[in-house]
């Protein structure tokens, strides 16, 4: 069974002016114990989907289920089931009052939840234990460090032991160090608690490494969605880059023959492709330049990351705006990300009219 | 959900825990919201201390030269020997129109501190977020109400213990109706920016038109009649009525049918600005 479960979700706001369609018909699907991101751009439509999963905005089309709840007839039962840790940087803070201590904090937050003084009182011993807090009860929340607050606002979203945790940009404006430190924190959750975690983030490398699963959103829609690995094999396949010992326009014909290979450039006796599943190709590909003598003096195999999936999803970086920010040289134009698309998500209006909005 | 079921590891486990949204949650969630407002306003008291400041001082400088224009009988023939009953009442409200009105302030923090946010998210009723905050205005405004009334007594004012208590149960009611506009106001406009202005482009003819002063019978015709058009003046001279010790006039109905309407009406607005989706 689905802990979350939405289809068609979408949201438009209206202002005097015009709709704005910030979401438009979104399907998901969590199973319980998951880790899963969502990616995309600022503006995207990451954080209404999130709002609206959360009881914090109402669709203005779809249905949803969470943790057992539907979302739109029985909001309180969802907002009993779920934890929320909202977003630390925009308009709003992470959602604790620099003036209150941090042992309060976590009382009147158990207490809204109607749990028991006492065990209101074990859980926030166990969360201060669990997310190094001990020894900050008596602090006011305006004193702590920044990990230190996004380690309370995390805190604040368990103290009722939710089935599932929605993070919003959990680690956005923290030092590296702080943000390794909080990941560990977030495949804790799941490890000790069994809970399910969806989390938004524009972070690829926090994608990388902490979802079972993640959903890249653009424009309001889902464009593509699937395990890290999963996505960068699928849309972008391996870089493989080999150095051979002599006749590099021979050993282009060779390997631009072999099964897989997507795009192979020369330059000098440097030769770079676009792989599928890059190391169950390689084998193959020395054998076929061996008949011919040509020996390989070097290889390199990198995977491509999410930013180059994002790239080739929606023709622009996701670190910036702009379509050259993306540092490793790979920069497929528009018509070259079209194609590569074809063999992966079926791709909407949305991606070739980046510019539109 | 119990201590020990929290650690099991099945994940779609949520318990059987009931999320009531009925009378007896109101309650407590109401009083968990007050007694955290009541802690942060005492952590922090030097709000309530300086919004008292501004009253003290209009009664230890205005209130002499009052004094000499009651014995003209301008106050009123039953004020000609003690202008503290007139000039008290007035005092109080003041307090409210420059201490619960301005409330609305802290709710834009809350909401930038994302805690209104984080308590949306809770079962917590969303009237019990402005009910917690609304009480605890009406005790501060009442704390503040009893020392004013207190350094009145040592300027010379003498006034029933029942008129006093009447007219400090008139000032909560002020306290409710403004504690609950400022609220519902700041959290539409979320901007201290355009809450500043606009406060005091309202509370500022609002006390000038009340007679907290001097009494708008004073005035010409066309001024009285706006003054009626505003709210305190009523209330302002059902106190004046309840210090003197005159519990049954006409304008001690008014006084509270209007106090009472008016909170009713304001609570209600802001009831609606803080069940609003996206507040």
């Excluded at chain 1, 999130?50 to 007839?73: E, I, N, Q, Y």
Aim: some cysteine; hydrophobic content about 45%; proline content about 5%.
């Amino acid at each position: 069974m689905a802990i979350i479960e939405a289809r068609g979700l979408a949201r438009t706001f209206k202002n005097r002016k015009a709709a704005v369609e910030a979401v438009r018909g979104v399907d998901l699907t969590v199973k319980p114990g998951e880790i899963v991101g969502f990616l995309g751009p600022n503006g995207a439509g990451k954080t209404t989907t999130l709002r609206m999963l959360t009881t914090l905005l109402r669709p203005t089309a779809g249905t949803a289920t969470v943790a057992g709840c539907d979302l739109l007839r029985d909001p309180v039962g969802v907002r009993g089931r779920i934890g929320y840790v909202p977003q630390a940087i925009g308009a709003t803070a992470g959602g604790t009052d620099p003036n209150c201590l941090v042992r309060e904090e976590l009382a009147i937050q158990g207490r809204l939840y109607r749990l028991p003084a006492a065990e209101v009182a074990e859980r926030a011993r166990a969360l201060t234990e669990q997310l190094d807090l001990a020894g900050l009860e008596g602090r006011l929340c305006k004193t702590l460090s920044g990990g230190q607050r996004r380690r309370l606002d995390i805190a604040l979203g368990l103290v009722h032991s939710p089935a599932v945790v929605f993070l919003d940009e959990p680690t956005t404006g923290l030092d590296p160090q702080a943000r390794s430190n909080l990941w560990d924190h977030i495949r804790g959750l799941r490890e000790r608690l069994g809970s399910t975690v969806f989390l938004t983030t524009h972070y690829l490398e926090e994608a990388d490494a902490l979802c079972d699963r993640v959903l890249v959103i653009d424009h309001g829609k889902i464009i593509a969605e699937g395990a890290p690995e999963e996505l960068k094999r699928r849309i972008s396949g391996d870089v493989v880059t080999l150095t051979v010992s002599r006749d590099p326009a021979r050993a282009l014909v060779i390997l631009g023959s072999e099964p897989g290979v997507r795009e192979i450039t020369a330059d000098g006796r440097a030769i770079r492709m676009t792989v599928e599943h890059g190391e169950e190709a390689l084998p193959g590909m020395l054998r076929a330049l061996d008949r011919d003598g040509i020996v390989m003096e070097s290889i390199q195999l990198a995977r491509p990351t999410l930013d180059d999936v994002f790239l080739t999803l929606t023709g622009r970086s996701l670190r910036d705006d702009s379509p050259s920010a993306n540092g490793n040289g790979r920069r497929p134009g528009p018509d070259e990300a079209a194609g590569e698309l074809a063999d992966g998500e079926p791709p909407t209006a949305d991606t070739t009219t980046g510019a539109s909005q | 959900m119990t201590a020990t079921t929290s650690t099991a590891p099945d994940a779609t486990s949520t318990g059987p825990r009931q999320y009531g949204t009925g009378a007896s949650s109101f309650v407590s969630d109401t009083l968990l919201i007050f007694r955290r407002q009541l802690r942060l306003s005492l952590r922090n008291p030097a709000w309530v201390i300086i919004g008292l400041v501004q009253p003290i001082l209009y009664l230890a400088f205005f209130g002499p030269l009052l004094a000499q224009i009651a014995k003209t009988g301008a106050l009123g023939a039953h004020n000609q020997h003690d202008p503290w009953r007139f000039f008290v009442p007035g005092l109080l409200i003041q307090l409210g129109l420059f201490g619960a009105a301005f409330v609305g302030f802290t709710i834009i923090a809350d909401w930038r501190a994302g805690v209104i946010e984080r308590f949306r998210v809770t079962p917590v009723s969303r009237m019990a977020l402005l009910a917690g905050r609304v009480l605890r205005d009406v005790l501060t405004l009442t704390v503040q109400a009893t020392v004013l009334v207190v350094a009145g007594l040592a300027f010379g004012l003498r006034a029933p213990v029942v008129g006093v208590l009447i007219g400090m149960g008139l000032v909560a009611v002020v306290a409710v109706t403004l504690a609950a506009v400022s609220y519902a106001v700041g959290l539409t406009l979320k901007s201290e920016d355009a809450l500043a202005p606009l406060l005091n482009m309202v509370m500022v003819p609002l006390m000038l038109l009340s007679g907290i002063m001097l009494p708008m019978t004073l005035g010409p015709s066309w001024l009285r009649d706006v003054a009626k058009a505003t709210p305190f003046g009523y209330i302002i001279n059902a106190m004046r009525d309840a210090f003197a010790g005159r519990y049954f006039t006409t304008v001690m109905a008014e006084g509270v049918a209007v106090s009472v309407g008016l909170a009713v009406v304001c609570l209600w607005l802001a009831s609606r600005a803080f069940g609003r989706e996206n507040a």
